[in-house]
């Protein structure tokens, strides 16, 4: 049987770098695409699902402030025991209905009550549930109508059509974190350039459309692309795929899943061919999100946030926003920083003081950053009473 991830294109394997893309010098680059597609393939070969009855499985801890173990009985197969991820823990306390910080304070505190409380659910509540594991770990507790849509598999659809079509494009940033997959990408077409203004500078503002490819194989979201706009000046990023322009999602819903006699998951032939026809669908995204028409479209929604009441006391206005928008802490202060820094008071200037901030891997984590551009995209939907009541703060 050829290995998993035997399907992503081999030109890529072989030369192992990133020369289709021109490199960029931008927010966090994380990974090249070397290193994704070598972690991606590892991870194919190396993870294992299972579907479990419940009352097989049992929570252990063998010796006080060890961490937990989930332990499956085989039976005759004999019994196997996985370290549990903290993802994995808060899926566990989901489905038996434990208020997360309740069950996360305990197994801080009384790690006995959650064996106590667990273990006893999962023999009065008996269901069969899908363990997503990955080198002797725990890292999914999910539903065994999960459906299965892996990394390897998307990029064995996918990255042809991004590395070779017939759209131009270049490579922002890409990484593997224990939550998803994600892939930045840039349309440099000059004819898409979109002049936004000026920066305190006086050189010209200038935002460029791309897309941003995410996908989880551990239930933290579906297979997504959407739209990206990228501003040179200071090099942030900005999701913009939930403000009614094109952008692509596919759940990870599925039929139920039978287990053979060793909890391992009998073959779904149709699965791959399904597989493949859904990511297909890349090229029709890309095309889209690549069109003048809506490079234009989003030009004049970004020219718009230039033209909206400015702030009249930053501190107050960026603790309103910090509120509205879910900022934490310390992010709120580094936003604070660059607002006053760039001296643009404009909701334009917001939005770029809050995105800059996931430019550093020393300030935030990737998935962070990459929450922080998304909330970037959703102040650009802010309504004109939202806005005058973070400009007006006193």
């Known amino acids: 049987m050829p290995s998993r991830g035997e399907g992503i294109p081999k030109c890529l394997l072989q030369r192992g770098d990133d020369t289709h893309f021109k490199e960029i010098k931008i927010m966090q680059t994380a990974m090249s695409l070397e290193d994704l597609l070598g972690t991606v393939i590892t991870q194919s070969n190396t ?3 299972l579907v479990v009855p419940t009352g097989n499985i049992e929570m252990y801890q063998s010796e006080i402030g060890s961490p937990m173990s989930l332990v499956i009985d085989g039976g005759a197969s004999g019994c196997r025991d996985f370290d549990i991820s903290d993802i994995a823990h808060r899926q566990i306390a989901a489905r038996l209905k434990i208020p997360t910080q309740y069950y996360l304070r305990l197994l801080s505190e009384h790690p006995d009550l959650v064996l106590m409380q667990v273990n006893e659910l999962f023999k009065r509540e008996p269901e069969s549930r899908m363990l997503r594991t990955l080198d002797g770990k725990l890292r999914a507790f999910l539903s065994n109508s999960y459906r299965r849509l892996d990394n390897d598999i998307v990029l064995e659809n996918a990255l042809p059509q991004i590395v070779s079509g017939d759209i131009e494009t270049k490579l922002l940033s890409c990484n593997v974190t224990d939550r998803k997959m994600y892939m930045k990408v840039l349309f440099p077409d000059d004819r898409l350039a979109q ?69 391992s998951i009998i073959s779904d032939e149709t699965r791959a061919a399904e597989d493949a026809a859904l990511v297909g669908q890349t090229t029709d995204v890309l095309r889209a999100l690549a069109s003048p028409e809506l490079s234009q479209k ?19 206005a960026i603790e309103v926003l910090a509120r509205e928008v879910g900022l934490r802490q310390n992010e709120k202060d580094r936003v604070l920083e660059s607002f006053i820094k760039d001296q ?8 770029n003081a809050v995105t800059e901030q996931a430019n550093s891997a020393e300030q935030c984590s990737y998935d962070r950053a990459t929450e922080l551009e998304a909330i970037g995209g959703k102040m650009l939907s802010m309504g004109k009473s939202s806005w005058n009541r973070i400009a007006q703060a006193a």
């Open 47 to 49: 993870k294992e699902d």
């Open 195 to 263: 002049e936004i203004g000026t920066t305190a500078d006086g050189s010209p503002d200038i935002v460029r459309p791309g897309f941003i490819l995410r996908n989880s194989e551990i239930g933290q979201g579906s297979l997504s692309i959407d739209g990206f706009f990228y501003r040179s000046f200071c090099e942030n990023g900005c999701h913009f795929g939930g403000i009614n322009t094109v952008n692509f999602k596919r759940s990870h819903l599925g039929g139920r899943l039978i287990e053979g006699a060793d909890f």
């Open 298 to 316: 989003m030009g004049d929604k970004l020219r718009a946030t230039k033209d909206t009441p400015l702030v009249e006391n930053p501190v107050e």
């Open 344 to 351: 643009d008071y404009s909701l334009w200037g917001a939005i």
